[in-house]
């Protein structure tokens, strides 16, 4: 990490409490797997937000759905991607991943 480089997120969050996690988060998550030419950026986001959904991890979703705008999602396709899992992950977990999206987008809090 140069002096001009913002910390990533995960070292704002574990810093030197968990290294190796950063170190896995950064240089291998975000460094390797999601820099790989054989699939898009845009659909490994949409992968992410439903693999996301499905597990329940709603923690993440704020990140990631604003990651899946920057790559080139809109938020009418994510909102119908949320709609659609709905009835194969469950009506809960998609009706929370919802409340995420209906945050992040239209600032409600």
Do not use: C
């Amino acid at each position: 990490m140069t002096e001009k480089t913002a910390p990533s997120g995960a070292r704002r969050m574990f810093g030197d409490f968990a290294p190796a996690l950063v170190d896995y988060t950064d240089n291998v998550l975000f460094g390797k797997v999601w820099e790989r030419s054989e699939l898009s950026a845009r659909d490994r986001s949409l992968i992410t937000v439903a693999s996301l959904l499905t597990g329940g991890a709603a923690e993440q979703l704020p990140f990631h759905l604003a990651r899946a705008r920057d790559n080139g999602l809109t938020e009418t396709e994510l909102i119908e991607a949320i709609t659609h899992l709905a009835f194969y992950a469950g009506w809960p977990k998609a009706m929370s991943a919802m409340t995420v999206a209906k945050n992040l987008f239209r600032g409600d809090h």
